[in-house]
């Protein structure tokens, strides 16, 4: 089988290198992709935009199933218009993907099919939103409409912090916002390989979405993760999934937009139980790196048998995975590019490259978040360790990266 993924981060990477190890695959191919993944497949010059010309080389060169990595292909329609021409694809539909395109579209229907999730207002006046925020309890949560890459998200601990990122929302970026109720908890990422009703939910992981130590500063895409998550019991992850994933899935099969692709469930495990923050339509990132290499299943056949709705049990690495993610300094604002990556001596663990490209010969950086890296140990403390030791071989220049990644594991809370 020819495959071809969509996309050039560090999800894609992982998805990648498991679509290579899978049997039933001759060759693979990604695009764009980026330099660090050229000895997996064959990196295409397509931007993950360029539908037309992703649809095109698709058809032309024959390709017999193709993997969605990022939110900005799903929300152009790349589903729609692959599956116009007859050509198999994993991932949903623009229409089912805008359960992540537009939060306030997520809340509908989480509302209609009552899964659990925090109570929130939409606005799309500044001075009405302002008004709002003067009698509501705190922390409050100001979250701007539309894909944001994990960034358009304020957590507010006073009112005035509140009203700036309001007026922020509205004067630089857009024209509707949502205020939610802040959830109190641990927080975990679910994502469950699915197609209409049926759902193969795979272990879970807990992502660090903040910048600094401490789980302190902005949120950004995501800094570290670790998988699986002891805290979450197997009580829990069943709840998630009977009270969130398939009440979704089979929501969206009654709104006529059944979904088809990685369903992901951003979930609060709160004192009244689970609880949905967010939904994606995608894989994590770097929620991909850190489960990805623990599935020991033959990932390409796990995604032919949901799409013919066969039943498949996984099989996983009993080790735990740590990724640490490094980034530009500067990130999630301003950074700059070009540093040269460097990496000294091999590696004991799994590099995945996310804003890179190529220099005058050299990988230099050309992103935010740059590299993540993943290591592996039979408890988290060993998977830990080691990614923090493996780290040491690789520098570029303004490298930065949290050093509290799986170290307290419930810094989500007001009371920190
Ligand atoms: P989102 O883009 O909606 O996932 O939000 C980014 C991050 O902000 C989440 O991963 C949470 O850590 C935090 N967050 C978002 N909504 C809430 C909420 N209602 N209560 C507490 N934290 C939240
Ligand atoms: N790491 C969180 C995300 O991919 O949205």
């Given at each position: 089988m020819k495959v071809l993924i969509v996309g050039k981060g560090g999800r894609e990477h992982a998805l990648s290198k498991i679509v290579k190890k899978?049997?039933?695959?001759?060759e693979v191919f990604i695009a764009p992709g980026n330099i660090g993944m050229k000895d997996i497949g064959t990196l295409v010059?397509?931007?993950?935009?360029?539908i037309l010309n992703l649809v095109n080389f698709a058809e032309e060169n024959k390709i017999d199933l193709t993997i969605v990595g990022p939110e900005s292909s799903l929300s152009l329609g790349i589903v729609n218009e692959f599956e116009k021409r007859g050509l198999k694809i994993f991932g949903p539909t623009k229409e089912s993907a805008m359960i992540e395109t537009s939060k306030e579209y997520a809340k509908y229907i989480m509302g209609k099919y009552n899964i659990p999730t925090g109570k929130y207002r939409s606005f799309t006046e500044k001075e009405e939103a302002i008004k709002y925020l003067e009698n509501q309890l705190l922390p409050i949560v100001i979250k701007e409409d539309g894909l944001k890459a994990g960034k358009g998200v304020t957590v507010a601990f006073s009112v005035e912090e509140a009203k700036e990122a309001v007026k922020k929302a509205f004067e630089i970026h857009e024209n509707k916002i949502i205020i939610e109720e802040y959830l109190d908890g641990f927080e975990f990422s679910i994502i469950a390989i699915a197609n209409e009703n049926k759902i193969i939910p795979l272990e879970i992981a807990q992502d660090h979405?903040?910048?600094?130590?401490?789980?302190?500063?902005p949120n950004t895409g995501g800094m570290g993760v670790y998988s699986p998550v002891e805290k979450i019991t197997k009580e829990v992850i069943d709840e998630t999934v009977n009270k969130i994933m398939k009440p979704m899935l089979d929501g969206l099969i009654k709104e006529g937009t059944p979904f088809k692709g990685f369903l992901f469930g951003g979930i609060m495990l709160t004192k009244e139980g689970v609880k949905t923050i967010e939904f994606n339509a995608r894989f994590g990132d770097p929620e991909a790196q850190g489960i990805l290499p623990r599935l020991k299943s033959d990932f390409v056949k796990v995604i032919l048998d949901i799409l013919d709705k066969k039943e498949t049990k996984l099989i996983w690495d009993k080790r735990k995975s740590l990724a640490v993610v490094m980034a530009s300094s500067g990130y999630p604002d301003k950074y700059s590019i070009g540093e040269v990556v460097n990496i000294d001596g091999n590696i004991d663990g799994e590099l995945y490259f996310m804003g890179v490209k190529e220099e005058n010969k050299n990988i230099v950086t050309n992103g935010g978040r740059v590299l993540s890296l993943v290591c592996f140990g039979d408890t988290l403390e060993k998977a830990r360790e080691k990614t923090y030791e493996e780290i040491k071989k690789i520098n570029f220049k303004k490298m930065f990266f949290r050093n509290d990644i799986g170290l307290k594991m419930c810094y989500n809370s007001k009371n920190k």
């Open positions: 899978s049997s039933l695959v001759t010059n397509v931007h993950e935009e360029d979405k903040r910048i600094y130590d401490g789980d302190l500063g």
